[in-house]
């Protein structure tokens, strides 16, 4: 018989012991892990909740109707500070998406983090060519981001984070499996989404253009009795020859009774045949060929430079950013001063020259550009919109009111620009360019959602220190937190001792 007291004994109870710790550490730390995973609370306590979601996207992600994937592709160890701040202002933001939406069985959201250079193979399966995006994809649907669509910028310096805003519009729409479509018009020597050429071709912009969820099809308005119902917006890029009155009527019945929206880039010297159709929503175009002598408005090659815009949905991203338009040659567009103000019509330039520039009327003649009044269009006549510029970039809406009711019905929308080369392939790499004419899409197509979602400000810390307070600094962490540590030791070993 083995003595209670005996060596051997005493070691089995100390290493039962010891096994019945184990058991029940593993135990409370599996009950914890439980309770965690199916009973948890999340708490955010960070002064601008910038961990927490909206109610309003909340549910959005409830009735997402099918799987989400978004791809980003920044990285943390970028050596851009801006985009690695992005990196982490998105990365906190996205895990509470894939959280949030866990209750939706069929609309789960993955986020997937990718580097284009080291997984080119995966980088092509999403057809994705660039870093420093964030791709919202959804069954044949995709949208991609850049980093600025998630900051709104005043003075070039990020003064907000609307990242909520921003994902929550890009889930929505590409979660709506009716893909919007435009059409742009051929049969007047108009330049060709499918065309690769430079000068005349626009496969760059349709490449654009489908990346972020849009059907393009090209219409030939001679060949078809009307607009085709599907039609989200139609496009008219440099016209060679003018639209014959049949052709006008159809655009005309399109904006009108359908609530169209039109984008026309209009090209100087070529005949567009769409002068009684754009007087009829508040729109002169003139003939005439703009020339801006003032400093830095015009390139040894003639191209016109306009950096000064009037705050629209088209436009604010360039006022942000103060991008500036580079254009080839261009005429003046301008409000038509004799335009009925009533019928819910509201026509704002956006883009606008310097107020050295002018309009040549003779333009067609062999003879050095000079500006002669009275025969020459320059904006200083009274009451003319806006005072001492030339407008470039114009665009019209009408809103419908409803006798008897309390609202407003939207009407049609319309966007000219007194150029045609604007979106040409070697021309819509220029990041000005292809933000206003992706602008003005977005606004065409009643793209600018905007949500009852708060934007998180941006703040920021500035540690200002003397040299003598960096050398006490200094000084405190090499010698009194060591200090500190060496002290303690030795009350432990004194009272060890003792």
Same mark, same amino acid.
């Given at each position: 018989?083995?003595?209670?007291?005996?060596?051997?004994?005493?070691?089995?109870?100390?290493?039962?012991?010891?096994?019945?710790?184990?058991?029940?550490?593993?135990?409370?730390?599996?009950?914890?892990?439980?309770?965690? *995973?199916?009973?948890?609370?999340?708490?955010?306590?960070?002064?601008?909740?910038?961990?927490?979601?909206?109610?309003?996207?909340?549910?959005?992600?409830?009735?997402?109707? @099918?799987?989400?994937?978004?791809?980003?592709?920044?990285?943390?160890?970028?050596?851009?500070?801006?985009?690695?701040?992005?990196?982490?202002? +998105?990365?906190?933001?996205?895990?509470?998406?894939?959280?949030?939406?866990?209750?939706?069985?069929?609309?789960?959201?993955?986020?997937?983090?990718?580097?284009?250079?080291?997984?080119?193979?995966?980088?092509?399966?999403?057809?994705?060519?660039?870093?420093?995006?964030?791709?919202?994809?959804?069954?044949?649907? *995709?949208?991609?981001?850049?980093?600025?669509?998630?900051?709104?910028?005043?003075?070039?310096?990020?003064?907000?984070?609307?990242?909520?805003?921003?994902?929550?519009?890009?889930?929505?729409?590409?979660?709506? @499996?009716?893909?919007?479509?435009?059409?742009?018009?051929?049969?007047? /020597?108009?330049?060709?989404?499918?065309?690769?050429?430079?000068?005349?071709?626009?496969?760059?912009?349709?490449? @654009?253009?489908?990346?972020?969820?849009?059907?393009?099809?090209?219409?030939?308005?001679?060949?078809?009795?009307?607009?085709?119902?599907?039609?989200?917006?139609?496009?008219?890029?440099?016209?060679?020859?003018?639209?014959?009155?049949?052709?006008?009527?159809?655009?005309?019945?399109?904006?009108?009774?359908?609530?169209?929206?039109?984008?026309?880039?209009?090209?100087?010297?070529?005949?567009?045949?769409?002068?009684?159709?754009?007087?009829? #929503?508040?729109?002169?175009?003139?003939?005439?060929?703009?020339?801006?002598?003032?400093?830095?408005?015009?390139?040894?090659?003639?191209?016109?430079?306009?950096? @000064?815009?009037?705050?629209?949905?088209?436009?604010?991203?360039?006022?942000?950013?103060?991008?500036?338009?580079?254009?080839?040659?261009?005429?003046?567009?301008?409000?038509?001063?004799?335009?009925?103000?009533? /019928?819910? +019509?509201?026509?704002?330039?956006?883009?606008?020259?310097?107020?050295?520039? #002018?309009?040549?009327?003779?333009?067609?003649?062999?003879?050095?550009?000079?500006?002669?009044?009275?025969?020459?269009?320059?904006?200083?006549?009274?009451?003319?919109?806006?005072?001492?510029?030339?407008?470039?970039?114009?665009?019209?809406?009408?809103?419908?009111?409803?006798?008897?009711?309390?609202?407003?019905? *939207?009407?049609?929308?319309?966007?000219?620009?007194?150029?045609?080369?604007?979106?040409?392939?070697?021309?819509?790499?220029?990041?000005?360019?292809?933000?206003?004419?992706?602008?003005?899409?977005?606004?065409?197509?009643?793209?600018?959602?905007?949500?009852?979602?708060?934007?998180?400000?941006?703040?920021?810390?500035?540690?200002?220190?003397?040299?003598?307070?960096?050398? *006490?600094?200094?000084?405190?962490? +090499?010698?009194?937190?060591?200090?500190?540590?060496?002290?303690?030791?030795?009350?432990?070993?004194?009272?060890?001792?003792?």
């Amino acid at each position: 018989m083995v003595s209670p007291d005996s060596f051997r004994t005493a070691r089995w109870i100390r290493t039962l012991n010891l096994v019945l710790q184990a058991i029940l550490f593993l135990t409370l730390f599996g009950g914890l892990n439980y309770l965690a *995973r199916n009973h948890s609370w999340r708490f955010d306590l960070t002064h601008q909740h910038r961990y927490s979601l909206s109610a309003e996207t909340k549910a959005y992600l409830g009735n997402l109707p @099918q799987p989400t994937r978004i791809v980003v592709t920044l990285t943390s160890d970028t050596e851009n500070p801006a985009n690695a701040q992005a990196f982490r202002d +998105l990365s906190g933001l996205l895990r509470e998406y894939t959280y949030a939406s866990e209750g939706n069985p069929t609309g789960r959201i993955t986020v997937e983090y990718l580097d284009v250079y080291k997984n080119r193979r995966k980088a092509e399966e999403y057809a994705i060519e660039s870093p420093d995006v964030v791709v919202v994809i959804s069954g044949a649907n *995709r949208k991609a981001l850049t980093v600025d669509d998630f900051y709104r910028v005043r003075d070039r310096q990020r003064e907000a984070f609307q990242g909520e805003q921003t994902l929550t519009a890009a889930l929505l729409e590409v979660s709506n @499996q009716v893909r919007k479509k435009i059409y742009f018009l051929t049969g007047h /020597g108009e330049l060709n989404p499918d065309d690769v050429d430079p000068v005349h071709g626009l496969s760059a912009l349709k490449d @654009q253009l489908r990346v972020r969820n849009f059907d393009i099809d090209r219409l030939d308005l001679a060949g078809n009795a009307k607009i085709p119902a599907d039609a989200a917006l139609i496009v008219a890029v440099s016209p060679q020859a003018a639209y014959t009155p049949p052709e006008q009527e159809l655009l005309r019945q399109y904006l009108s009774a359908g609530a169209g929206r039109f984008i026309a880039l209009l090209a100087p010297a070529q005949p567009h045949g769409l002068a009684s159709l754009l007087l009829d #929503w508040g729109v002169l175009v003139d003939d005439d060929l703009v020339y801006d002598p003032g400093p830095g408005t015009m390139t040894e090659e003639g191209d016109l430079i306009l950096g @000064q815009f009037a705050p629209h949905p088209i436009t604010q991203t360039l006022i942000d950013y103060q991008m500036p338009l580079r254009i080839g040659q261009a005429r003046s567009v301008r409000p038509d001063p004799g335009r009925k103000l009533a /019928g819910g +019509l509201t026509v704002s330039t956006l883009a606008v020259t310097s107020t050295t520039a #002018w309009g040549e009327v003779s333009y067609r003649l062999q003879r050095a550009p000079e500006y002669n009044p009275g025969y020459d269009i320059r904006n200083d006549r009274p009451g003319l919109e806006p005072a001492d510029h030339l407008g470039i970039v114009i665009a019209s809406e009408r809103v419908n009111v409803r006798a008897g009711l309390d609202f407003s019905v *939207r009407g049609g929308r319309l966007v000219v620009f007194g150029t045609g080369d604007l979106i040409a392939n070697n021309r819509i790499a220029l990041p000005g360019n292809l933000d206003i004419f992706l602008s003005a899409v977005n606004w065409a197509v009643n793209n600018e959602q905007q949500f009852n979602i708060p934007v998180r400000p941006i703040e920021r810390f500035q540690l200002s220190l003397s040299a003598g307070e960096l050398s *006490r600094l200094r000084s405190a962490l +090499l010698l009194a937190l060591p200090g500190a540590a060496l002290v303690l030791g030795l009350i432990v070993y004194w009272t060890r001792r003792r």
